[in-house]
């Protein structure tokens, strides 16, 4: 993806299976896939028995020597599909699970985003013995399929959904899946033996901790299959829209990607596991583009890091939190910081929005655990590297007369101006140091709003690098492009609800600014009615499923007889005994020397470990040919097929069409202050008798950061949209618009009129409609029904000719002056 000049450019390799014809036979399933094109194919032969055997052919064939091969195969039914999912085994057999409706969803530069809509699972021995088979299989099936995988699973061909983007912008490092960064050495890109621009072609390692079927791609892996056979999945949220700066799209890509480590649903997964896995961990991208430029904006969010749970055995509306393991060296949260500093770099900003001052002790038990693990980890790292604890008691600010919004955006810049942004254009490249991890009790309504409130912040610095706002600008409420992004932070908060807790948000962001209307209290009483019935009756079910479909249970291995559903706890499967590991450095040094080598950079982009590495010597080859892979030039297709145009027009056709300006960063109204009368929609749903009387707010622990002084010196360089047009009329035509006088308005009905007027069978006596008779002023005598040539004479002919060598050669008649010619062959005056 680098395309720096002078330096190696590196671009991902498509895969070359983005179809498969599956064909049923007695005695094998054959698969056939093939590229997009459909020009290059290959064929994969699972043999239909108990034990999985796979057979690839290490051949590549064209379309005339697959159709001979198909006309061969005597099977009983077939099947397109547009991936494997992987392979899964219970008790007896093996299943296949195929990908057989998909759907463009996003686009990140030319890689296009999917999204599964259907799934189908074939069984590979066939069903001749049904009598015979275990009656636990189906259980174990129906089980399985409870995960369901039309909703909310994304894939890309060319693309890896499992790294952000500034990762994959990095320059690769190490090549093989297996290498050890700590021995060997890196490569060097840097040598000045090659000055001709090189080319590479490369496949992403993936991030092991957002695939979600690795469990079912293990047996393709253990045969070792061609990797384009594998298909990787993401679980989370993936929505895209954009907004029109006079007719510029500006794209925003919303990406959430989902932990499988410690996951599960509200109730059940709380805290965090002995490897330093938290609950409800998800990972949030905002990618911003306009075709040439690209910028992201990585945050976290994600449970307290500590050994707590919730008794839900009793009927309450707040079961009770307590602490389970002590911890007092801060083991646990040591492990999830190290890996945050691993994949993020530092500062660490931790913004915890859960209680401190309680009456009775309920939520503060989170923050003191949280503050004391940070004091703790503190004391070993470097001073421009600590983890930045801030709180913020949301809950209280918002029964306050304060505005919540105006306290979290400020927030939110001060956090933003120390981690800064990942930017990328021609002529530079900045990079996003450390991450802002965002943490209530369960992650979600309290935790979406302030995850809005960093994003609107990161994106007006985003559009201000690609030089849309000035420095100091800020984005308004109530303007297409907040409006556009809170409704994006809507739906993801609605759809990580639903995975996690079983309802969409029950306080939205509306909510927060206070804008919601009184209707808005049924809603949300059902919304918590709805969470707290699935909390208690299906997320047992569900949290089999997830257990199953991960492979942290397997049947067929169970040696105990101890079915999944007879388990009473499922603690050992997420918290597998670790070997002998080394306390002292855990107590003291908790985070690894290579991580303290590349600090305040992230260790997993200095590090970039691809799995090949190709020399490439032409853009042409299909394997990187984004162009046409994107844009499907080798078909015919209609606009509306397009992903941006769809995007494009859906996000137009959304907004307001009323409106005063044309500016997506101006309001389209002026946005009232919140009065000091508290709605029902605005009530944080607990009990007043469990809230403090305090009235101080917590402020930051660090002090607010402006831009930078070469950000400030860019900024005056560059062209800015406000500068460039102007809001008034006026200033661009030379007049307002007003209400027409009597004299304009009577000739404006005397041009409306002209139909009549130029009517021939008016009435002469009217002299109102007296007749107007339109004649041609020119040689043109053309209708709007018939067209005739016009006649040229031999005269004008010849001058016409003489004008022509004239301008071929100035010197053509040499006894008269150069006006005198000219006037000899265009005549400006006009007879009388």
């Known amino acids: 993806m680098s395309s720096k000049p002078g330096k190696p450019k590196f671009f991902p390799v498509i895969s070359s299976i983005q179809k498969i014809r599956v064909y049923e036979t007695k005695t094998n399933i054959q698969l056939i896939g093939s590229n997009d094109k459909e020009t290059r194919f290959r064929i994969l032969q699972i043999a239909r028995s108990p034990e999985l055997h796979i057979y690839?052919?290490?051949?590549?064939?064209?379309?005339?020597?697959?159709?001979?091969?198909?006309?061969?195969?005597?099977?009983?039914?077939?099947?397109?599909?547009?991936?494997?999912?992987?392979?899964?085994?219970?008790?007896?057999?093996?299943?296949i699970i195929l990908v057989t409706k998909r759907h463009k969803v996003g686009f990140i530069g030319n890689h296009i985003i999917y999204t599964i809509k259907d799934t189908t699972i074939y069984k590979i021995t066939p069903d001749s013995s049904k009598n015979s088979s275990n009656p636990l299989e189906s259980k174990y099936l129906k089980m399985f399929m409870n995960v369901d995988l039309s909703s909310n699973f994304y894939f890309s061909y060319s693309y890896d959904l499992t790294r952000t983007l500034q990762h994959n912008f990095s320059v690769p490092k190490f090549v093989g899946e297996n290498v050890d960064v700590t021995i060997e050495e890196p490569l060097d890109w840097n040598n000045e033996c090659e000055r001709e621009d090189r080319m590479y072609a490369y496949r992403s390692t993936s991030r092991k901790k957002f695939v979600w079927n690795e469990f079912l791609l293990q047996p393709m892996q253990k045969k070792v299959l061609h990797k384009d056979w594998m298909l990787e999945l993401i679980h989370g949220f993936i929505n895209q829209s954009a907004i029109s700066v006079f007719g510029l799209p500006i794209y925003v890509c919303?990406?959430?990607?989902?932990?499988?480590?410690?996951a599960g649903t509200r109730f059940l997964k709380r805290g965090a596991n002995c490897c330093g896995d938290v609950a409800n961990e998800v990972e949030t991208e905002q990618i911003v583009s306009d075709g040439q430029r690209l910028s992201s904006f990585v945050q976290l969010r994600g449970s307290v890091p500590a050994h707590w749970s919730q008794d839900i055995s009793k009927m309450v509306p707040k079961p009770p939190i307590s602490l389970d393991i002590p911890d007092p060296f801060a083991e646990t949260a040591g492990k999830h910081f190290e890996k945050l500093l691993f994949h993020y770099g530092a500062p660490i900003i931790v913004l915890n929005l859960v209680k401190r001052k309680e009456k009775r002790k309920h939520e503060s038990i989170l923050t003191d655990e949280i503050m004391m693990n940070v004091e703790y980890l503190n004391q070993f790292l470097p001073a421009n590297c600590k983890i930045r604890y801030t709180h913020f008691d949301m809950a209280r600010k918002n029964r306050s007369d304060k505005n919540v919004m105006e306290a979290l955006d400020v927030k939110g810049k001060n956090s933003i101006a120390l981690t800064g942004i990942f930017y990328t254009d021609n002529d530079e490249t900045c990079y996003q140091t450390g991450i802002i991890r965002t943490n209530c009790v369960d992650c979600l309504d309290r935790t979406n709003t302030a995850q809005f409130a960093m994003g609107r912040s990161a994106l007006a610095l985003q559009l201000f690098k690609m030089g849309f706002l000035k420095a100091d600008s800020r984005l308004e409420f109530d303007s297409d492009c907040v409006t556009?992004?809170?409704?994006?932070?809507?739906?993801?908060?609605?759809?990580?609800a639903l995975q996690y807790g079983g309802s969409q948000l029950v306080h939205r962001i509306k909510t927060y600014r206070k804008t919601s209307a009184w209707m808005s209290q049924g809603s949300e009483v059902v919304q918590n009615l709805s969470r707290y019935y699935s909390n208690t009756f299906s997320d047992q079910e569900k949290q089999q499923s997830i257990n199953l479909f991960l492979g942290l249970y397997i049947p067929y291995e169970n040696d105990n007889g101890e079915h999944l559903w007879d388990m009473t706890s499922d603690y050992n499967l997420h918290n597998p005994i670790e070997n002998g590991t080394d306390k002292e450095k855990q107590l003291t040094m908790w985070y690894s020397d290579l991580i303290r080598k590349y600090l305040p950079q992230s260790t997993s982009n200095c590090t970039k470990i691809v799995k090949e590495l190709i020399r490439i010597h032409s853009l042409d080859l299909e394997m990187i040919d984004l162009y046409s892979n994107y844009h499907l030039t080798y078909k015919v297709t209609s606009l509306e097929e397009n992903i941006a145009y769809q995007i494009s027009q859906f996000a137009r056709n959304s907004m307001a069409t009323y409106r005063t300006h044309f500016s997506p960063f101006e309001p389209t109204k002026r946005a009232t202050q919140p009065t000091a009368t508290k709605t029902p929609s605005s009530i944080e749903s607990t009990s007043s008798s469990d809230e403090a009387d305090s009235t101080s707010d917590e402020d930051d622990t660090h002090s607010s950061l402006k831009l930078s002084i070469s950000d400030q010196r860019q900024s005056e360089k560059k062209s800015y949209f406000d500068d460039n047009f102007p809001k008034d009329c006026k200033s661009i035509y030379g007049f307002d618009l007003e209400h027409p006088d009597k004299e304009s308005m009577a000739k404006y009905k005397t041009y409306v009129n002209f139909q009549k007027k130029s009517h021939p069978i008016a009435e002469k006596s009217d002299k109102k409609l007296r007749p107007i008779v339109l004649e041609s002023t020119g040689i043109y005598t053309d209708s709007s029904y018939e067209v005739q040539e016009p006649k040229v004479t031999e005269s004008d002919r010849q001058k016409y000719e003489n004008y022509c060598k004239l301008i071929i050669n100035p010197e053509y008649d040499e006894n008269c002056s150069s006006s005198?010619?000219?006037?000899k062959y265009i005549n400006f005056k006009f007879d009388d």
Request: aromatic residues 14%.
């Open 254 to 262: 919303l990406i959430a990607r989902r932990s499988k480590n410690f």
């Open 820 to 823: 005198d010619i000219i006037e």
């Open 484 to 496: 556009m992004l809170e409704s994006l932070y809507e739906i993801q908060g609605d759809t990580l």
């Open 56 to 95: 690839e052919d290490p051949n590549e064939y064209d379309l005339k020597e697959i159709r001979k091969i198909i006309s061969n195969i005597k099977y009983s039914k077939s099947i397109s599909a547009y991936g494997i999912v992987g392979f899964v085994r219970f008790l007896e057999t093996y299943y």
